[in-house]
């Protein structure tokens, strides 16, 4: 299998334009690429669907596949709420011939990198935590207090930034996007 191990990361503080970034590249490379579907204990937000935006698990799930050693890594994103990525989720897609595409969080992307060296690790950089957080509050899909969370948390994040391959500056989408595709048709074809 070409794609065996192969992995790509995007990570980055919430509200940094990932979740966009993520949907180009796998726009960009339908056939090569796969999103890898989380296992989350978050409710679903309206419009998301169990199987496709995550594998929504309650508490107890999530803890028996944490004792199953079911998880490449799973992290506590959020107060109580829980995130990892499934071992069988990563195989399902190299079964496809595809490199598995995981939007995950810093601490997240980090443990993965160190399984997987050859993995690439791209961090989506926002340009500052002021336009983070205006970005968060015009999403409008968190409330007050998670935004003060997530805000928090993005502070801690940037200090990760080094840990990574590639550091895009997504000051402006069109070009963080075309910087992303660039990168990954590199990996691809390495
Ligand atoms: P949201 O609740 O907005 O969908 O996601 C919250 C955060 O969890 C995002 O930063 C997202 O990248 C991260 N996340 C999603 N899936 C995973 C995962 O499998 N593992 C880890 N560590 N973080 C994840």
């Keep these: 299998m070409i794609y065996q191990n192969k992995i790509i990361l995007l990570t980055a503080p919430s509200g940094s334009g990932k979740t966009s970034i993520t949907r180009y590249l796998l726009e960009c490379f339908p056939d090569k690429l ?6 989350a204990t978050r409710p679903p937000r309206e419009k998301e669907k169990n199987g496709i935006d995550y594998y929504f698990l309650s508490q107890e799930d999530f803890n028996i596949k ?20 499934l071992k ?13 595409l995981l939007d995950i969080d810093v601490k997240g992307a980090i443990h993965v990198k160190k399984q ?18 205006r970005r968060l509050y015009t999403r ?19 200090s990760f930034k080094d840990h990574f391959d590639h550091v895009l500056l997504n000051d402006d ?14 990996f691809i074809s390495s």
Aim: hydrophobic letters at 40%.
């Design 34 to 39: 796969a999103f890898s579907i989380s296992a």
């Design 66 to 85: 944490i004792r199953e050693d079911a998880f490449a890594e799973w992290e506590m994103v959020y107060d109580g709420k829980y995130y990892g990525t």
């Design 88 to 100: 069988s989720e990563l195989q399902r897609i190299w079964n496809k011939q595809q490199i598995p």
């Design 116 to 133: 997987f060296p050859q993995s690439l690790g791209l961090f989506i950089m926002p340009p500052s935590v002021d336009e983070l957080k």
């Design 140 to 158: 409008g899909t968190d409330s007050d207090e998670s935004i003060r969370a997530r805000v928090n948390k993005a502070k801690y994040e940037l």
């Design 173 to 186: 989408l069109e070009k963080a996007c075309i910087e992303a595709k660039r990168l990954v048709e590199n």
